[in-house]
């Protein structure tokens, strides 16, 4: 295809730390790819991102347009002063205004207070007249399954289940979580930099009994990572009869893209891959918490886990490692280790607690 630089045009890329391609990503590659069409004269035909673990995902961009077109219709209005509807996201946490998005959107009792419940599928829930909590938690699920019959089952089902566990406040057990039984249990968490591109700690809780032993592998500066890897797979390579466990989806990431940078065994990496439990995605599957966020904090705080440190979280963690690397104060690095040490135990805490969950049998629920 011809463009005005000649026999080829250009294409968008951008760099993202998720897994897969989103909506936000999509409308932003948008945005470049219309931009770039005003100046070479031809829209791109595909754009693409580069993920965590380094690997290209693409989408058709024209296939994107009209959402893009009716979204930046939105953001003018908004300009120009209409009120948008309330949306809570992750996202908003880190803003400073996070209090008063959160109040706002828990005065109208909006919808999009069900976790992963999405700008679209907020949307689409307002057109069938669905705007609150409420709304969705007294909707017959036949008549929702029905209107929505391009959504999965599951997905109704789970936005029910979440609006109806805020309603009540209370808790819902969907399963009993099946665990292995083993020797013994690491709990794994990594804290990282993203504007520095360093991923400086590898902690481990190690639990065997009723013992429990904290270690962690510490990077000195991005140079130094390659010698905690290593560290990490001599770690690995002495375990036996075991589980890893970890929240979230972002340390097989880190492992993934350790392992491709500075190399790691076939069997190693089968050996941590056939071990590593996500907790997230067991808590999700097993029970509905009256929560907006499933995060570790929020789950863990939930169920009555206290971190030590009040002001402790993953953005303070970078900012004390960057102060730490430019004053070497030891104070300094034994908060970032204390903090990484109660993520690891708040892990343990919250599969303590799923262990100990099961259904209620139709006898407990009329006791």
Request: with cysteine; aromatic share 14%; glycine share 4%.
């Amino acid at each position: 295809m011809k463009s005005a630089f000649g026999d080829h045009y250009y294409v968008v890329y951008d760099i993202k730390s998720s897994a897969e391609i989103k909506d936000e990503h999509k409308f932003q590659l948008a945005f470049y790819s219309v931009i770039l069409e005003r100046i070479q004269g031809v829209l791109p035909r595909e754009a693409y991102i580069i993920n965590a673990a380094g690997e290209e995902q693409g989408f058709v961009v024209d296939d994107f347009l009209d959402y893009f077109h009716l979204t930046r219709e939105r953001i003018e209005r908004v300009l120009e002063g209409e009120k948008p509807p309330p949306f809570l996201k992750s996202s908003c946490k880190q803003s400073p205004w996070y209090s008063l998005c959160l109040e706002d959107t828990k005065g109208c009792d909006d919808v999009s207070l069900v976790h992963r419940l999405s700008q679209n599928d907020q949307r689409r829930l307002y057109e069938l007249g669905i705007h609150t909590v409420k709304d969705l938690a007294v909707a017959k699920m036949d008549d929702l399954a029905s209107q929505l019959e391009d959504w999965q089952f599951d997905k109704i089902l789970r936005f029910h289940n979440q609006a109806n566990v805020l309603l009540t406040n209370e808790p819902m057990i969907l399963k009993k979580p099946d665990f292995p039984v083993v020797a013994t249990e690491i709990y794994f968490d990594i804290e990282s930099d993203p504007t520095g591109g360093i991923d400086y700690l590898l902690g481990v809780l190690i639990k065997r009994g009723t013992k429990t032993e904290y270690q962690a592998f510490l990077a000195k500066d991005k140079h130094d990572e390659e010698r905690i890897w290593r560290e990490f797979l001599n770690f690995l390579e002495g375990l036996d009869d075991f589980v890893i466990y970890h929240y979230s989806y972002y340390e097989r990431q880190v492992f993934d893209r350790f392992a491709k940078e500075y190399g790691i065994s076939l069997e190693l990496d089968a050996k941590f891959k056939s071990h590593a439990i996500d907790l997230l995605k067991i808590t999700t599957e097993a029970v509905v918490l009256p929560l907006y966020f499933y995060s570790l904090k929020d789950v863990a705080k939930y169920l009555g886990f206290q971190w030590q440190s009040q002001d402790a979280g993953g953005a303070e963690s970078v900012v004390w490692y960057n102060e730490y690397l430019k004053t070497k104060d030891p104070a300094i690095l034994d908060k970032i280790l204390k903090y990484n040490e109660d993520d690891v135990r708040a892990t343990l805490y919250v599969k303590a607690w799923l262990e100990k969950q099961k259904p209620k049998t139709t006898r407990e629920k009329l006791d």
